[in-house]
């Protein structure tokens, strides 16, 4: 047992590795193009441009993980920072750490809502939460009477988070971003709760044999998904300064899977980890970044990073298919 | 039987209480479908449609799809026309993909407004435009408002929304024939266009690009909501107002906090709610045969006084954009 472990991690530790080799050559290239990419500046631009989309990957990468997917996360995302502004325009006193709280827990509502119909119903995740993206969005423009939130009601605190902070002036929603993917990999690697989520997704049917109860930690997962999207719906009012219903978290879902994805998480669950995630989401936002520096046209820009996305996943999965077949074929239980 | 009489006996009381004007158009109901929901924007335009219905005695209804596609409302102008309303005022998100179905309002007999924005080269299938300034002007006037506050000198850029917004793209053509055609503007280089999409996200990180791809960078135009909120929020973090100053159109409440703290000092739109106000009005006045839909004809609207229906039969509401500075910021709600 020890020992296939450790090849799967030796296989995992290398594709974290491809994708860290794909990030430096493009990285080089694109600074053989335009030097002016390798430069500090670039690296704060890539820094501001991924929190949300790290922290939302972290609990997409663990629905993945138990042979799920959550594609509600951009309602959820847009619901939880509409609910957090309305409580700083109506309540002008609250702090603007009330904003978290009441943002990741209505996340967590959300996302246990999610689990329950999944798990109570036995439906497939892809159709619930394709469904609960149209409802949670619909329920928004409800409760926001489909009005935005004006900047002047976001806390400056709240806005600083995005600019600057005590720890060598970075600003605060990227320390928030690592932070919450070093305790993803705390949960998933270092406790019995996390490796039960890769038991589940490895082989459902086998998961009760062994003890685990898989409705409560399916339920865990789908709530973990929708508090990190509210904590990243919390961090988009902090960043972009305004919460708008029919914008705030639109398509961000696709952009979320597309970078866990590339970090290495398979779409049928088991397999995941966070240092891939991270290094995925950093590869996504490095090439949104580095297109505009480029001054690729409005025309390309959709079609080129696309493009870079379908690329990287075949080279992951070239390599994959290689690893797999020099590791022992049994495994998966 | 009791409810009957309620009910009647309330439509008497309302039709009596708003008055003449009402007893002629009682029946007069007016749909406005708005480019997406949640569009502060349109809220304004919104009230000002209500407004006036509220003194002509009008039915208004506000309409809109979630998002801001080029087909997406069709299904809204299809209902309305089902309903058999009388005028569908409409904020185009396409300049062609509602040719078809405007025109088989026509035929019904609903009059077809275009506000807020027309559909360029279509004009054939609306009876008329509702535009809030001269469009023509509006590229030169953006380029003259960032030429003020940079002296007139520098390395300038333009964030726009997506590359096919016809509003952006017939104002960008207006940036460019200033610069390249008035003497004023000669040191003026604009050294690149780039397009957000009207996503925070990606007008933000078009934003940051251009901070860092042009050093030398004096000045951003965004003609539009989203870009220049994005922009004046990333010169703000960058700590560059100084460096570089943002304008273009944006609405006051989004803009507000920047220029109070220095970030912007001055940007420019119209007044949304005369829209609204104005499009009530000709369409009433029209369906009552007090207004004649000719290039050319004046009329008279209450608060914005005489008007006149230009060619193409495109009517403004005011003659050139409304500057918002510190100074003014502050008498404005939308």
Not at chain 1, 261 to 270: E, Q, W
Not at chain 2, 271 to 288: M, T
Request: net charge negative; aromatic share 8%.
């Amino acid at each position: 047992m020890n020992r296939i472990t450790g090849v799967i991690g030796a296989l995992l530790r290398r594709r974290a590795a491809g994708i860290a080799v794909m990030l430096l050559i493009f990285s080089l290239v694109v600074g053989l193009i335009q030097p002016r990419f390798l430069t500090p500046d670039t690296l704060r631009i890539v820094m501001l441009a991924i929190p949300l989309i790290m922290v939302a990957a972290m609990g997409q990468m663990m629905v993945l993980v138990s042979r799920h997917v959550d594609l509600s996360m951009g309602s959820m995302l847009g619901f939880t920072a509409i609910v957090a502004g309305m409580v700083f325009r109506d309540f002008p006193d609250v702090p603007w750490w009330v904003g978290f709280i009441v943002a990741i827990s209505t996340g967590a509502v959300l996302g246990l809502f999610n689990g329950l119909v999944v798990t109570i119903f036995k439906l497939p995740s892809i159709i619930v939460t394709l469904g609960t993206l149209s409802l949670f969005r619909g329920v928004l423009f409800l409760i926001s009477d489909a009005r935005q939130v004006d900047p002047q009601f976001i806390p400056s605190a709240l806005i600083q988070m995005s600019q600057t902070s005590p720890v060598f002036g970075i600003p605060g929603i990227v320390l928030i971003a690592f932070g919450v993917a070093f305790l993803t990999y705390l949960f998933l690697d270092h406790t019995r709760l996390g490796r039960q989520i890769y038991a589940i997704g490895s082989n459902p049917a086998a998961a009760p044999l062994r003890g685990i109860r898989v409705v409560p930690v399916t339920l865990l997962v789908f709530t973990l998904s929708g508090a990190l999207s509210g904590l990243a719906g919390i961090m988009y009012a902090s960043r972009f300064g305004y919460v708008n219903p029919s914008i705030t978290g639109v398509g961000f879902e696709f952009t979320v899977i597309a970078a866990v994805v590339i970090g290495g998480a398979s779409i049928n669950g088991g397999v995941g980890t966070v240092l891939g995630t991270v290094l995925g989401v950093i590869l996504l936002g490095t090439v949104s970044v580095a297109l505009p520096i480029l001054a690729v046209s409005a025309f390309w820009q959709d079609a080129i990073f696309g493009a870079v996305i379908v690329i990287a996943l075949l080279i992951d999965r070239s390599v994959r298919e290689r690893g797999a077949r020099s590791v022992v074929a049994g495994h998966r239980p | 039987m009791f409810r009957k009489s309620l009910v009647f006996g309330l439509a008497l009381g309302v039709s009596m209480a708003s008055g003449a004007a009402a007893f002629a158009q009682e029946s007069l109901s007016i749909v406005f479908v708005g480019k997406n929901t949640g569009n502060p924007y349109f809220d304004s335009l919104v009230q000002g449609f209500e407004d006036a219905c509220d003194v002509l005695g009008c039915e208004f209804e506000f309409v809109a799809p979630a998002t801001a596609e080029a087909t997406s409302q069709i299904p809204f102008i299809t209902a309305q026309i089902q309903r058999r309303v009388d005028v569908i005022a409409i904020s185009p998100n396409s300049p062609d993909a509602l040719n078809q179905v405007l025109d088989r309002a026509r035929q019904r007999g609903i009059l077809v407004l275009s506000v807020n924005g027309d559909i360029t080269g279509s004009e054939e299938f609306r009876d008329a435009a509702i535009l809030p300034t001269d469009f023509e002007k509006v590229g030169s006037d953006q380029v003259e408002m960032l030429g003020s506050l940079i002296n007139y000198e520098g390395e300038i850029a333009i964030l726009s929304a997506t590359t096919e917004a016809p509003d952006q793209n017939k104002w960008i053509v207006g940036m460019n024939e200033a610069l390249e055609n008035n003497p004023k503007y000669a040191k003026m280089t604009l050294v690149a266009t780039v397009y957000g999409d009207d996503q925070p996200e990606k007008s933000t990180t078009e934003a940051e690009a251009l901070l860092s791809t042009y050093p030398n960078l004096r000045g951003i135009i965004s003609p539009t909501t989203v870009g220049i909120a994005a922009s004046a929020q990333v010169v703000q973090s960058a700590n560059k107002a100084d460096q570089v100053k943002v304008t273009g159109l944006g609405t006051p409440n989004q803009m507000r906090p920047f220029i109070k703290d220095g970030t912007v000092e001055a940007f420019q739109l119209w007044s949304p709610y005369n829209e609204g106000w104005l499009a009530s009005y000709f369409a009433v006045g029209l369906k009552a045969g007090t207004i004649v839909n000719e290039v050319g004809a004046t009329f008279e609207v209450p608060n914005l006084g005489t008007i006149t229906i230009n060619e193409l039969n495109s009517i403004n509401t005011q003659a050139g954009l409304t500057t918002f500075n510190a100074d003014n910021i502050d008498d404005f709600n939308f």
